[in-house]
């Protein structure tokens, strides 16, 4: 257990709809990823948050948004959903922001299946 | 811009030996090694920086040749609890400054009793 937690396990929604994908870091850690594993895509970092504040950006849909509350937990919403949208969504927290001196803590993730 | 990993898979004895290697077309600021068991998160290995420093595991060991662009795992003395599959990701600057880290397809590591 890596202290990320992620609700829901399991969503299953049709297309054309919106859902929001939450994440709650481990204790202590400020910074927040959102990360999209498909068997094609392989595992693509979407956005980094670091105490609030967008971080990094990566390879995220403009159909897609995430933001990180004072409490440090984090939503992922992605909207006008896709078929291609299906994939296991993770999300995995750190101390810091620095990508070269913190090690990230997966959550177990959210399976999102789109019909 | 995706590291490229070689090789796509590969079946050990226990006890044996395996190298996985992450090769990168853009300039590396630090290379990042992950596991993932079938069903399971990633869990962390080792990041190593330019200038040769690594933080991580302990009972597997992995260089990085900034010349070459390219980062290789060492996998030793192979155990049962290593099978599954092996991602580096490779820190990109991006435009405007930022950070990100892109991963690689992922070597499939089996090793059978």
């Known amino acids: 257990d890596s202290g990320v937690t992620q609700t829901p396990k399991h969503l299953i929604t049709a297309t054309g709809q919106r859902v929001t994908l939450r994440c709650s870091p481990r204790s202590g850690d400020l910074s927040v990823y959102w990360y999209q594993q498909s068997l094609d895509q392989g595992l693509q970092f979407l956005i980094q948050?670091?105490?609030?504040?967008?971080?990094a950006k990566g390879n995220i849909l403009e159909r897609f948004s995430a933001q990180q509350f004072p409490d440090l937990h984090s939503e992922l919403n992605l909207s006008s959903l896709e078929l291609g949208d299906s994939a296991l969504y993770f999300c995995?927290?750190?101390?810091?922001?620095?990508?070269?001196?913190?090690?990230?803590?997966f959550g177990p993730g959210t399976r999102l299946t789109v019909l | 811009q995706q590291p490229v990993q070689s090789p796509q898979a590969v079946i050990l004895r226990e006890g044996e030996d395996a190298v996985i290697n992450c090769s990168s077309s853009?300039?590396?600021?630090?290379v990042h090694w992950y596991r993932q068991k079938h069903g399971e998160a990633p869990v962390f290995l080792m990041i190593l920086l330019k200038g040769g420093e690594q933080k991580g595991h302990e009972k597997i060991s992995a260089s990085f040749n900034e010349k070459k662009q390219q980062s290789s795992l060492y996998l030793t003395a192979s155990q049962l609890s290593y099978s599954g599959t092996y991602f580096c990701?490779?820190?990109?600057?991006?435009?405007?400054?930022?950070?990100?880290?892109?991963f690689g397809k992922g070597t499939k590591l089996t090793v059978n009793p």
């Open positions: 853009k300039a590396l600021y630090s």
């Open positions: 990701g490779t820190e990109v600057r991006a435009q405007g400054g930022s950070e990100k880290l892109v």
């Open positions: 948050y670091y105490n609030g504040e967008e971080r």
């Open positions: 995995a927290s750190s101390v810091g922001w620095d990508w070269q001196l913190y090690e990230q803590f």
